[in-house]
């Protein structure tokens, strides 16, 4: 008898595990293939005239340079710098993108359309999407589609058809592993599923719920809205919300652009530094082995990814805060996401509070540079 675990997303049920634990589905994604329905997500159609302006308007990358086929990672941010959100970007032709969100993000986008010749359209119930991620996923994948993946690159896209059913497919992916996502109507995700899973069933692959993705993301340094970070819409206090450079996201910002929306604060913020930093922490084990030696009991580690906030010390005072953690089952490490205050952040070990035995202690721990996890495989 099979057990599963099951959680609501954005109005869906999803599967948290397909079985009783997530430890095969999560072995999947690092060693064979595993099937993720991210149907879920956010998804709006931006086409016209002025789609690229717009999308130019409210977003930090740099539309004018995004080719048709190509996808984009981007932030998006209020009129002060703070981040709103983050997602992809995918040019399907010259004029016409697709915006995908972990919310909804309609209004904004039609607040910001004004005056300009666009058309934007919820597909969020029409279209679904499913990803294909792991070291098998390609030839998995070669078995079903028309279209060639050997030459298609990291961060593209190419439309194909699967079982006479036309789809889109993206080399993306939310595990930091090579992947691909496969965006198509929904009427046609179950016909699809099967032959995913037939096709890849010989190879190992493994349907795959969330807890499993989380830990991968996590090992691959990738952000999760309302946990990593608060959006600024749903911020109570400034204290709470964050700007692009302190998540690590710099590189996403093109300032050389004449406008958008947050360009003149993140310009100045650039220019004078920012106040947080974020990084990756790797509790030391020998650390946390004394602290349940010293109780007489052997070390415990969580068996599925936390979301909490744990504090951060270094010369005696609070520096930062973790956001999301896990123990590493290909790493053998226990990890976490965090914010430090920018100058810790330059600084190689602090202190993590554990909790032992409904004590408060304190481990070592190293800060890390992110991603923990960045195999060649998901570029090659």
């Not at 595990?175 to 190879?203: K, Q, S, V």
């Not at 692959?205 to 993301?217: C, N, Q, W």
């Not at 993140?266 to 946390?288: C, K, M, N, P, T």
Request: charged share 25%; hydrophobic share 40%.
């Amino acid at each position: 008898m099979q057990g599963a675990a099951w959680r609501r997303w954005a109005g869906y049920v999803v599967a948290s595990s397909y079985e009783l634990t997530h430890d095969r589905e999560y072995a999947a994604i690092r060693s064979t293939a595993a099937l993720i329905d991210i149907s879920p997500l956010q998804k709006y159609r931006i086409d016209g005239p002025d789609a690229a302006r717009l999308l130019d308007r409210v977003i930090t990358r740099d539309v004018s340079r995004c080719a048709v086929g190509q996808v984009l990672y981007t932030p998006w941010c209020r009129a002060d710098g703070r981040v709103l959100e983050d997602g992809t970007v995918s040019r399907l032709e010259e004029q016409r993108f697709r915006l995908t969100s972990a919310e909804p993000n309609l209004r904004w986008l039609h607040q910001n359309a004004t005056g300009l010749a666009v058309g934007i359209a919820d597909e969020s119930e029409t279209l679904a999407a499913l990803a294909l991620q792991g070291p098998s996923s390609r030839e998995i994948l070669s078995q079903l589609v028309d279209a060639s993946l050997d030459a298609l690159p990291y961060f593209r896209l190419t439309p194909a058809c699967i079982a006479s059913c036309p789809v889109v497919v993206s080399r993306t992916g939310y595990t930091g592993d090579l992947g691909y996502e496969i965006w198509l109507h929904r009427d046609h995700a179950e016909p699809i599923w099967d032959a995913l899973i037939e096709a890849g069933t010989p190879y190992g692959l493994v349907p795959t719920g969330l807890l499993a993705m989380d830990i991968a993301r996590i090992e691959a340094g990738l952000l999760l809205l309302g946990v990593d970070y608060i959006s600024a819409r749903h911020a109570v206090i400034e204290a709470q919300t964050s700007s692009p450079f302190e998540l690590n996201l710099g590189w996403a910002v093109s300032l050389e652009k004449p406008r958008f929306v947050g360009r003149q604060a993140l310009f100045e913020e650039r220019a004078r530094g920012s106040a947080w930093a974020l990084v990756g922490i790797e509790v030391d084990w020998d650390a946390l082995e004394r602290l349940y030696t010293n109780i007489g009991l052997p070390p415990q580690v969580p068996t599925v990814p936390w979301r909490t906030s744990v504090p951060l010390y270094a010369r005696g005072r609070q520096v930062g805060y973790a956001t999301s953690g896990c123990w590493s089952p290909l790493l053998k490490k226990s990890i976490a996401l965090a914010h430090l205050e920018s100058a810790s952040a330059r600084q190689e070990t602090v202190e993590m509070e554990v909790t032992v035995e409904h004590r408060r202690k304190r481990a070592l721990a190293y800060v890390r540079r992110l991603p923990f996890f960045n195999p060649q495989r998901k570029r090659a």
